[in-house]
T-cell receptor
Framework: AQSVSQHNHHVILSEAASLELGCNYS??????LFWYVQYPGQHLQLLLK??????LVKGIKGFEAEFIKSKFSFNLRKPSVQWSDTAEYFC????????????FGKGTKLSVKP | KAGVTQTPRYLIKTRGQQVTLSCSPI?????VSWYQQTPGQGLQFLFE???????NKGNFPGRFSGRQFSNSRSEMNVSTLELGDSALYLC?????????????FGEGSRLTVL
């Protein structure tokens, strides 16, 4: 069965620090990969996605993620975080064409200190 | 364009009761999927409906059921409530399928079971 692991439960950074949130998945075939974000009091929203092509994908608000197939990883990065990036971040994966569902990691809470 | 609407937003039930939650997807979206979100387990997939048919089902007991109407609105029902059913129940809609991963989430229905 597919699974998604997010290594950090809670990350605390100061503004302007660089961010990298880890995400690893277990599935041997082709996958679609996603990062979702949930700002305090708001609904989950799509941050970025990878289906195929360039393994470095750019999303909204300056976020990017790199797909490394050999490592089964899809880490989220941002060069300089802002206080407004405080949120919970979820990595998700599914296998296209399998009628499988979207599997989410347990989330990483990011707190950015002003 | 109106987002995904879930009702009720909050509800309190007692053990043994049943509950029905409602979800109105974004206009034109035919896929509605449901997730249970808890602090310990994160987001867990319940089921997906597409054009009134259940297409996928997660690993939940039969007490959890759902349906979709011809206008794509969906309901989920939990019978014989248990304390462990306390959670945020999220509905997400998609134009094609949960497989695409491009889900639009509602704000959720927070269920507390006493």
């Amino acid at each position: 069965a597919q699974s998604v692991s997010q290594h950090n439960h809670h990350v605390i950074l100061s503004e302007a620090a660089s961010l990298e949130l880890g995400c690893n998945y277990s599935y041997g075939g082709t996958v679609n990969l996603f990062w979702y974000v949930q700002y305090p009091g708001q609904h989950l929203q799509l941050l970025l996605k990878y289906f195929s092509g360039d393994p470095l994908v750019k999303g909204i608000k300056g976020f990017e993620a790199e797909f490394i197939k050999s490592k089964f990883s899809f880490n989220l990065r941002k060069p300089s975080v802002q206080w407004s990036d405080t949120a919970e971040y979820f990595c998700a994966v599914n296998a296209p064409g399998s009628q499988g569902n979207l599997i989410f990691g347990k989330g990483t809470k990011l707190s950015v200190k002003p | 364009k109106a987002g995904v609407t879930q009702t009720p937003r909050y509800l309190i039930k007692t053990r043994g009761q049943q509950v029905t939650l409602s979800c109105s997807p974004i206009s034109g979206h035919r896929s509605v999927s449901w997730y249970q979100q808890t602090p310990g387990q994160g987001l867990q997939f319940l089921f997906e409906y597409f054009s009134e048919t259940q297409r996928n089902k997660g690993n939940f007991p039969g007490r959890f059921s759902g349906r979709q109407f011809s206008n794509s609105r969906s309901e989920m029902n939990v019978s014989t409530l248990e304390l462990g059913d306390s959670a945020l129940y999220l509905c997400a809609s998609s134009f094609r399928s949960v497989n695409t991963g491009e889900l639009f989430f509602g704000e959720g229905s927070r269920l507390t079971v006493l």
